[in-house]
């Protein structure tokens, strides 16, 4: 019997087991019940309520004229409502695990989802990837985009009394962002991009202006709530005993504060975290200046198995849960509904290890992976179309080269076009490019893959490709695992011979080329000279057009090499109760946010 045949049947009997344990489950479960929530008392208004508001598109789906140096014609912000009484007033959910067992976003992007309903920042990637403004409520850049302004909303209150956001509070976040334990290596770059900050109306003024080294047309989308730049309040740190030194490392009083009493400007606070279980928040005891939840408070339940989270939905302990699309619609049956992200919120690719810039001594041009012919080969051995129809029901879209999405900055027409000429499924053709490249018998590597937010079937998609490269001669010693394994590999150069899949999300392409393809990140999918020089002069691009051709350049540049495996843009899906929740409109990037924006069912 072929991998095939055997993959499809061990794939059958999992459905069966999880099947069955629907049926159990509707008779009875013993997952953990979450703590029951509590009455508190009624909001009372003593924040300001929202000023007028400015509206630009977020620099990873849209271009904004060149010429702009101001910000647009101010439109109004959301209106504050009370919240209608709901017979449900804690909204509980289960995740997938989280990347560090920490409170504050110096833990990284994909760990800021479950932060980000005590955490605000100055600008809003919104439930439909666009900017808004949150604590600022207008900004203008000058000086070809090395000067950029942001005017802070009046009045708007940190939790537990720590006092109004002002001038000083954006200075110190910023410092956040450049502590040696940040675990996104965008602290790097702020420590360069970042000449100096000034408070013109001083450190309790209402004005912050960035002096930057180089230009950033796309600051904005740095500073927004699709990054870890949120606003943490200086008082609390300073009041805490925390300090950073000049190289920007944190003592552990300072970091022992922020993990046990985090302290944000968000429609909910913090109570509680439960190691490898839960984190908990409450509302606010008075009107949130920007939104009012439908649900007075918030249980995101950590939970590592599939069949758990969804036996927790199923006994109604929990509201809404990630679970794998081939069991959806086992829970469909049973009433449950199925909610799709707002974007293709997940960028499924894999990469090739061990092909860092010529000057490392790292470097092995002799390794298999090292060769664009192998890579091609690798590539036209996988029947993207089967994968997508046995794990995403045909719903994922195709993904043309990896940092590049239409809705992005320089995307190319003609890639469709192409796509199946360069990268189409053909078995036959990938055994001959091995041979021409010095592999008749095929060679010898490793293969990772790790669970990511949003995607719980990861490890299958990964044995499933193992099995295409088996079909070629490859041998891929397929080794399942967590993503601290890969990273610390990725951090010390060592991933020649080894590829891995990998899962990032729906940004910008300028953070996707920093991390995957330029050498200073510490992330290594692909590293060349090629790609150092023109991310270089994409760093100091002075216009949006010149920024538009640079990364098109790059894109074309991985798309001949098949410096990459592009798999799928693949949005988030996940299952709610709809007697509880009626309406959940999210990007899904790294799994479940806006929570603040779920609507109650009535």
Known sequence: ?????????????????????????????TAPVAPPATDRPQATPTQPAATTSLKV?????????????????????????????????????ARGVSDY??????????????????????VQFDQFTDSQPMLSTEWKTEDGFKTWSFKLRDGVQFHDGWGEVTAKDVVHSMGQERRDDHHDSRRKT?????????????????????????????????????YTTVIRSKKHWDEAGGKLDAEWAP???GVKAMHDDPVGTGPYQFVERREAQSIRYEGLDYTHWRITPDFQDLQINFVPESSTRLAMLMANEVHAAEIPRDIQKGAQDKGKKLITSTTPAI????????????????????????????????????????????FFRGRAEKMMQTHSHPKFPGWEDAWPGRFEEAYGFDPERAKELLAEAGYPNGFSMIQKSYPRPGLPEMHDIGELVNGYWKDIGITAKYEPGERSVTRALQRAYKTTDLVWMHTGSFTE?????????????????????????????????GSYELRDDLIREMGEHCWTIYCTIPLFWVPFEFMVDPTVISEWQTPGVFSFRDYESVKAAR
């Open 1 to 29: 019997m072929s991998y095939h045949g055997i993959r499809n049947q061990t794939w059958c009997l999992t459905v069966l087991v999880l099947v069955f344990m629907l049926t159990v489950v509707a008779c009875g479960t």
């Open 57 to 93: 598109g977020q620099g990873a789906v849209g271009a904004a004229s060149p010429t702009a140096t101001s910000a647009p014609v101010a439109t109004k912000a959301p209106v504050v409502v009370e919240t209608p009484k709901n017979k449900v007033t804690m909204l509980r959910v």
């Open 101 to 122: 067992e920490s409170n504050d976003p110096v833990s990284g992007r994909a760990d800021l989802t479950f932060l980000l309903p005590m955490y605000e920042g100055l």
């Open 190 to 226: 702020w420590r360069k991009l970042i000449d100096k900050i000034d408070m013109p109306a001083g450190p309790d003024g209402d004005e912050v202006v960035f002096y930057l080294t180089k230009a950033e047309p796309i600051m904005t989308t740095y500073m927004s709530t699709n």
């Open 251 to 253: 003592n552990e009083v």
């Open 347 to 390: 960028r499924l690719v894999g990469f090739f290890g061990g092909n860092f810039v010529s000057s490392r001594p790292e470097f092995d041009k002799t390794s298999p992976l090292a060769n664009p012919k192998v890579r091609e080969a690798m590539n036209r051995a996988i029947n993207r179309e089967e994968i997508n129809n046995i």
């Open 509 to 541: 392409p300028t953070r996707a080329i920093y991390v995957y393809h330029y050498d200073p990140s510490t992330f290594h999918g692909f590293d060349d000279d090629f790609f150092s020089q023109k991310y270089e002069e994409l760093e100091v691009a």
